[in-house]
């Protein structure tokens, strides 16, 4: 029962800080519109990221104590507790049914979401290998001897663009060149782990819905941009519509209807390029993480004592 | 189109290879390092039939199956319905060309305004 009062009043206390964190960050999203796709890429990745770290961060901050008694006794600080309430993994903490209520709850929701985006994750697993065993690879190509619009890059272990037999007949050539090219762009970058590590980030985080919408728009834009460079912007163009013309016909079950997305990426492959302003946002989240981790390992102790003082607030 | 089983795959790899064959003939081809009971393989044999991927016709007091589509066939409706799939699934860990389907009359305008592009560069 103490393990468990732990961890519905860790629920309780980590989760709103994450919320209210994730909430503050989020008028950061509003500076990529002046920022190229490389960089908008980095802030989105960076908002993904910075509520999951932090949560670890802050579980660890908060069960460290209990951990390293497990280790070496000297370092219980389990005594001496006068002043405010005790956080502990083996003597529980005070909770009041109400909080408990809202760490189950907030346990519960982030468990569904994060069971929800790994079941996902193993489902395109599942899918992508299932085709490309139907497929012929050749040089991180898959072709698919399917009639729909596929045009794909997946792969969490081997990267790997899926093509259907269908839009290499349907493209014209240079549409085709500049369709793979745009696919190679994402297997080369990784796009799909990192599409994958950032959909289970985006299940700990709130409000990461808007952030992950960003970050999929900036990844397609880099990788118009690489086809672009290559192949021509109207060529990408041409073949954004060739493949959204084959995804109209009819086939069980296919997504959302987003029209805006083509036409915004459309308009800007024909558009003239600004020069964009560049960004270090992930590199300056990479080092405040790795600051604040040093800082963490240094001053844990004050950290959790922060916790409990903040919870002797909540509960008192 | 489901994708075929283990042994659902070998059954149907034999019957493409020499069409049309009865149970027994199979279970003969079959034998060696996959060796299968007569049972298991006519047990296949009526579920693929039931699925409508083999036809079969009477032989005396046998039936003789053959398969309703050729490899290349079946092949070309499960990748359509693994497409379809992956196509319906969402967008974790994949990147796609185009994220979603748009309407014929955004997509003929898109295209127009490239060939006007291209007209007046």
């Known amino acids: ?316 | 189109m489901s994708h075929l089983g283990e042994l659902e795959q070998v059954v149907m790899e034999a019957v493409w290879a020499h069409p049309p064959s009865t149970v027994r003939e199979i279970a003969d081809r079959m034998r060696g390092d996959a060796d299968r009971a007569y049972t298991t393989v006519m047990t296949t044999l009526d579920r693929l039939h039931r699925k409508g991927l083999l036809r079969r016709e009477k032989d005396g007091l046998a039936w003789r199956y053959d398969a309703a589509m050729s490899r290349a066939e079946h092949e070309r409706l499960v990748a359509d319905a693994l497409a379809s799939a992956l196509l319906a699934h969402g967008d974790a860990g994949l990147a796609a060309l185009v994220d979603a389907s748009a309407d014929g009359a955004l997509l003929d305008r898109l295209e127009a305004l490239i060939a006007a592009r291209r007209g007046h560069p």
């Open chain 1, 1 to 316: 029962m103490s393990t468990l009062s732990f961890v519905l009043a860790v629920g309780a206390l980590v989760w709103p800080i994450i919320w209210l964190v994730a909430a503050l960050a989020l008028p950061f999203l509003a500076a990529r519109r002046h920022l190229s796709p490389p960089s908008r890429i980095e802030l989105t990745t960076a908002l993904l990221l910075a509520p999951a770290l932090l949560t670890l961060t802050l579980l660890g901050t908060i069960a460290a104590p209990s951990l390293l008694a497990l280790i070496d006794p000297s370092r219980d600080h389990c005594l001496g507790h006068g002043h405010h309430l005790h956080l502990c993994l083996w003597h529980g903490a005070e909770l009041p049914p109400w909080l408990a209520w809202i760490g189950a709850a907030m346990w519960t929701v982030t468990g569904v979401r994060l069971t929800h985006a790994a079941l996902q994750l193993m489902e395109t697993e599942r899918l992508g290998a299932a085709l490309t065993a139907l497929g012929h690879m050749d040089d991180a190509v898959c072709v698919v001897p399917s009639s729909r619009g596929l045009c794909h890059a997946v792969g969490l272990v081997r990267p790997r663009v899926l093509v259907s037999k269908a839009v290499m007949e349907r493209l014209a050539p240079d549409e085709l060149d500049a369709a793979l090219a745009h696919e190679r762009a994402h297997v080369k970058h990784g796009d799909p782990r990192w599409s994958a590590a950032l959909t289970l980030a985006a299940a700990i985080s709130p409000f990461s819905g808007w952030v992950m919408a960003a970050w999929r728009d900036a990844v397609e834009d880099a990788a118009d941009d690489a086809a672009a460079a290559s192949c021509g912007g109207e060529a990408v163009s041409r073949a954004l519509i060739a493949v959204a013309r084959l995804r109209l016909e009819p086939a069980p079950g296919l997504g959302l209807v987003q029209p805006q997305g083509l036409e915004r990426r459309v308009m800007r492959l024909l558009a003239p390029r600004p020069t964009p302003r560049g960004s270090r946002a992930l590199w300056g989240a990479l080092a405040l993480a790795t600051l604040t981790g040093i800082g963490i390992g240094w001053g844990h102790e004050g950290l959790h004592h922060a916790a409990e003082e903040l919870w002797s607030a909540l509960v008192r």
